[in-house]
């Protein structure tokens, strides 16, 4: 059974840093996507950032420069998240999948973790 682990969410004032990790367990292809998605009240599930397990990454426009998707092998991925404004305050999810035209879809995606909360107050 597939299942993703996160950590690494928290309270931080804007300008800071957090880091997000995330671990999957169970999953036994080598070739996937791994993502970080955000979701915050009222709004719909948005794509932050992803990565193929061959290299190619993607980020949304809102994090570009600020962000830095990276893995340390097939089943651990972290989401350095820098100069951290208001705006990005959500429920951060990781997600596995194989998406095959748009890595940053939530619908593309099959498994999911339970989420980590990020606060930015200004």
């Known amino acids: 059974q597939v299942h993703l682990v996160e950590s690494g969410g928290g309270s931080v004032q804007a300008g800071g840093s957090l880091t997000l990790s995330c671990t999957a367990f169970?999953?036994?292809?080598?070739?996937?996507?791994m993502g970080w998605f955000r979701q915050s009240p009222g709004k719909e599930r948005e794509g932050v950032a992803t990565?193929?397990?061959?290299?190619?990454l993607e980020y949304a426009d809102s994090v570009k420069g600020r962000f830095t998707i990276s893995k340390d092998n097939v089943k651990n991925v972290h989401l350095q998240m820098n100069s951290l404004k208001p705006e990005d305050t959500a429920m951060y999810y990781c997600?596995?999948?194989?998406?095959?035209?748009?890595?940053?879809?939530?619908?593309?995606?099959?498994?999911w973790g339970q989420g980590t909360q990020v606060i930015v107050s200004s």
């Open positions: 997600a596995l999948g194989r998406p095959v035209a748009r890595p940053l879809d939530a619908d593309s995606y099959n498994y």
């Open positions: 169970g999953y036994t292809e080598d070739i996937r996507y």
């Open positions: 990565i193929h397990s061959g290299g190619y």
